[in-house]
């Protein structure tokens, strides 16, 4: 298995129960696919993007350390992809 980082950005303006509900949901997620969340924190919160993603300027970002195998992180990046509410994601492989 391999060490990611994995961070995803919610709409700042959004409830914090709704944010809430997403980190859940991304637990629940990663459990889903095999998915060992070592860190979960909040990376920024209300931080004004370079560039607007869906007509939204500020986003809390999230920043979680994984460890899985690779499938595992395709599999959940598939899943994250039909949640509106996450505006981006990216996951990056440590290096060992």
Same mark, same amino acid.
Request: hydrophobic share 45%.
């Given at each position: 298995?391999? =060490?990611?980082?994995?961070?995803?950005?919610?709409?700042?303006?959004?409830?914090?129960?709704?944010? %809430?509900?997403?980190?859940? $949901? /991304?637990?629940?997620?990663?459990? =889903?696919?095999?998915?060992?969340? /070592?860190?979960?924190?909040? *990376?920024? %919160?209300?931080?004004?993007?370079?560039?607007?993603?869906?007509?939204? *300027?500020?986003?809390?970002?999230?920043?979680?350390?994984?460890?899985?195998?690779? %499938?595992?992180?395709?599999?959940?990046?598939?899943?994250?992809?039909?949640?509106? $509410?996450?505006?981006?994601?990216?996951?990056?492989?440590?290096?060992?």
């Amino acid at each position: 298995m391999s =060490k990611y980082e994995f961070v995803y950005i919610v709409d700042a303006h959004a409830p914090v129960a709704a944010r %809430e509900e997403i980190a859940k $949901q /991304i637990a629940d997620t990663a459990a =889903k696919s095999d998915v060992k969340i /070592i860190n979960s924190q909040v *990376w920024f %919160e209300k931080h004004r993007m370079s560039f607007p993603i869906k007509k939204i *300027w500020e986003g809390t970002y999230y920043l979680l350390s994984l460890e899985a195998k690779f %499938e595992a992180i395709n599999k959940m990046q598939g899943l994250l992809r039909i949640n509106e $509410q996450i505006l981006r994601f990216l996951a990056i492989r440590q290096e060992a």
